[in-house]
């Protein structure tokens, strides 16, 4: 399955969390349709991506989105909806006793993933996939 990973990029950025996340993806044998996730911090100035159209597509066009929900993320709210309005699973991972936006918790159709410690996203995330 191609697997969109949406992870907050600017603040609440937490990179071991995402790389976490995305080696569950790659070990349930799924790939990763959104792999600069992983990487370095876009510039937003003079870049020749449009990174709006290039996420959107991207997780639209894929099978799941799984989606760090853990702090708030307006980017990543966007690509639920994206995903969301495509039909997609959508699979929410976040810490337990976490306040998540009440669009989330109503939102039809979606699959939450809750972990107490950080160590634990690998294995839960392995296993839902």
């Given at each position: 399955m191609k697997v969109y990973?949406?992870?907050?990029?600017?603040?609440?950025?937490?990179?071991?969390?995402?790389?976490?996340?995305?080696?569950a993806i790659a070990d349930a044998g799924h790939s990763i349709t959104s792999p600069w996730v992983l990487g370095p911090i876009e510039?937003?100035?003079?870049?020749p991506v449009n990174i709006f159209r290039r996420d959107?597509?991207?997780?639209?066009?894929?099978?799941?989105l799984v989606a760090d929900v853990t702090d708030p993320s307006v980017?990543?709210?966007m690509e639920i909806m994206a995903a969301?309005?495509?039909?997609?699973?959508?699979?929410?991972?976040?810490?337990?006793?976490?306040?998540?936006?009440g669009m989330l918790v109503h939102m039809d159709g979606k699959e939450f993933v809750e972990y107490d410690s950080e160590?634990?996203?690998?294995?839960?995330?392995l296993r839902a996939l």
């Open positions: 990973l949406s992870v907050p990029m600017i603040a609440n950025r937490e990179l071991q969390r995402a790389k976490d996340m995305a080696r510039k937003r100035d003079g870049s959107m597509e991207a997780a639209e066009a894929s099978d799941v980017g990543v709210g969301h309005k495509a039909g997609k699973r959508i699979i929410l991972v976040t810490k337990k006793g976490k306040v998540i936006s160590e634990e996203i690998y294995p839960i995330l």
